[in-house]
C-alpha cells in the first residue's frame, strides 16, 4: 500500500515569502504529525493532529507557523515570512491511532534564501 | 535541555561484527523508546522499540536493551551488514504514553565497511 507522500520533495524560496508544505498520510490513519529536522539536528516536533484537530501546537517555532487538516486526511504546513533559519527537511509522520507506531514520509527540504 | 541523547555522531562497524548504538535519556517519565533508521533523502523507517517494562527486546538482527535505573538504552545489530548503513535515531514519545510527538535525539551515523 501507499505510504506517506509529502510535496513538493523540494523547495527554494526567498526569505519573506510565503511557503505551503502539503502532507498525505497513509490511508485509514487518525494521527498525523510534522517534524523538522535543521542541519545537524535531530528531528523537532511541530505539530499533531488528532482526526482535523490539532490539540498539541506546542512545538510551532513562532506564530509564522501554522498547519491544518482538512477531512481528517490531508494536511498542510504553512510557514509565513520565510526566514534563513526556516531552512530544514519538514517531515510528516502518521500512526494508525494516537500512540501507535509513527510511519514518516521523505520530507520537503525547504531553503530559505 | 536535551531529553534524548545520542552522544557518538558516527561509528564505523566491520562488515559482520556487532554494531552497538548508544542512547542515554533524562526523563524518567518515558516508558516507551523507538529507534528509527534513516537513509539520505528518505525519512525515517521505524526498526525496533521497547516498553519500559522490559529490559530486552530482539527482533532478528536487531536487539534493543533497556536499562532503566541508569536511564540507558542500547540498539545491538549482529552481524552488521553493509546495507545496515544509515542514521539511528533515538526516540521517546513526549508524554510518555504516546500521544504526540516523539523527542528524538540527533542520531548516530553508522557506517558498515567491507
Known amino acids: 500500500g501507499a505510504g506517506v507522500s509529502q510535496s513538493p520533495s523540494n523547495k527554494v524560496t526567498e526569505k519573506g515569502k510565503d511557503v505551503e508544505l502539503r502532507c498525505d498520510p497513509i490511508?485509514?490513519?487518525?494521527?498525523l504529525y510534522w517534524y523538522r529536522q535543521s542541519l545537524g539536528q535531530g528531528l523537532e516536533f511541530l505539530i499533531y493532529?488528532?482526526?482535523?484537530?490539532?490539540?498539541?501546537k506546542s512545538g510551532l517555532p513562532s506564530d509564522r507557523f501554522s498547519a491544518e487538516r482538512t477531512g481528517g486526511s490531508v494536511s498542510t504546513l504553512t510557514i509565513q515570512r520565510t526566514q534563513q533559519e526556516d531552512s530544514a527537511v519538514y517531515l510528516c509522520?502518521?500512526?494508525?491511532?494516537?500512540?501507535?507506531?509513527?510511519?514518516f514520509g521523505p520530507g520537503t527540504r525547504l531553503l530559505v534564501l | 535541555d536535551q531529553q534524548v541523547k545520542q552522544n557518538s555522531p558516527s561509528l564505523s562497524v566491520q562488515e559482520g561484527r556487532i554494531s552497538i548504538l548508544n542512547c542515554d535519556y533524562t526523563?524518567?517519565?518515558?516508558?516507551?523508546f523507538l529507534w528509527y533508521k534513516k537513509y539520505p533523502a528518505e525519512g525515517p523507517t521505524f526498526l525496533i522499540s521497547i516498553s519500559s517494562i522490559k529490559d530486552k527486546n530482539e527482533d532478528g538482527r536487531f536487539t534493543v536493551f533497556l536499562n532503566k535505573s541508569a536511564k540507558h538504552l542500547s540498539l545491538h545489530i549482529v552481524p552488521s551488514q553493509p546495507g545496515d548503513s544509515a542514521v539511528y535515531f533515538c526516540?521517546?514519545?513526549?508524554?510518555?504514553?504516546?500521544?504526540?510527538?516523539?523527542?528524538f535525539g540527533k542520531g548516530t551515523h553508522l557506517i558498515i565497511q567491507p
Open positions: 526523563n524518567s517519565m518515558f516508558d516507551y
Open positions: 509522520a502518521s500512526s494508525v491511532l494516537r500512540g501507535e507506531t509513527q510511519y
Open positions: 526516540a521517546a514519545p513526549d508524554s510518555g504514553g504516546g500521544a504526540d510527538g516523539l523527542t
Open positions: 493532529f488528532q482526526g482535523n484537530s490539532a490539540p498539541d
Open positions: 490511508s485509514g490513519h487518525t494521527a
